[in-house]
T-cell receptor
């Protein structure tokens, strides 16, 4: 089976940097995704990691350590519109389905 | 806008009834996935189709079924509805399913309320 853990909620200040952690235990591993989801809306793709290291994409970066079963999403220069849930999802080896964590609700305050 | 469309946007029905949710994938995508999202469970994978054939099954109840048609649109049928089936139902699509790392793009969802 697969188990994915993320903090339930986080609060950060506009303009600051926030790191959202995700730990996973899976039977095999074939990649980790981060999605952003505003309340009542569709998840939107942010990043994908399959090899160890940091992937940078504008204000968003994602890091993966396969040996530790650990990833984080780093959001820089926070804006009010970044208030949303951030979902960590894993694909196990030989699997086609995404297994999602329950998401981290980020609130950005002025 | 991801390019994935879902109808209807909202659906309100009674216990015991049957409903059909519809999804059209992005142009060129062959694979369709269905997910259920309830407040306490998060996003749960239900089922995947690739080019008309069932490819993977997740936590889908026997009361639920799906299919993908030759034009690649998909329908999720929910029957004998219960209060606990109230949730957001998302469809996602990707280019191919053979590479399990294909990015999935999500539609806007259908909010189902069972009274």
């Amino acid at each position: 089976g697969q188990n994915i853990d993320q903090p339930t909620e986080m609060t950060a200040t506009e303009g600051a940097i926030v790191q959202i952690n995700c730990t996973y235990q899976t039977s095999g591993f074939n990649g980790l995704f981060w999605y952003q989801q505003h309340a009542g809306e569709a998840p939107t793709f942010l990043s994908y990691n399959v090899l160890d290291g940091l992937e940078e994409k504008g204000r968003f970066s994602s890091f993966l350590s396969r040996s530790k079963g650990y990833s984080y999403l780093l959001l820089k220069e926070l804006q009010m519109k970044d208030s949303a849930s951030y979902l960590c999802a894993v694909i196990g080896a030989g699997s086609y389905q995404l297994t999602f964590g329950k998401g981290t609700k980020l609130s950005v305050i002025p | 806008d991801s390019g994935v469309t879902q109808t209807p946007k909202h659906l309100i029905t009674a216990t015991g009834q049957r409903v059909t949710l519809r999804c059209s994938p992005r142009s060129g995508d062959l694979s369709v996935y269905w997910y259920q999202q309830s407040l306490d469970q998060g996003l749960q994978f239900l089922i995947q189709y690739y080019n008309g054939e069932e490819r993977a099954k997740g936590n889908i109840l026997e009361r639920f079924s799906a299919q993908q048609f030759p034009d690649l649109h998909s329908e999720l049928n929910l029957s004998s509805l219960e209060l606990g089936d109230s949730a957001l139902y998302f469809c996602a699509s990707s280019v191919v399913s053979l590479a399990s790392t294909d990015t999935q793009y999500f539609g806007p969802g259908t909010r189902l309320t069972v009274l």
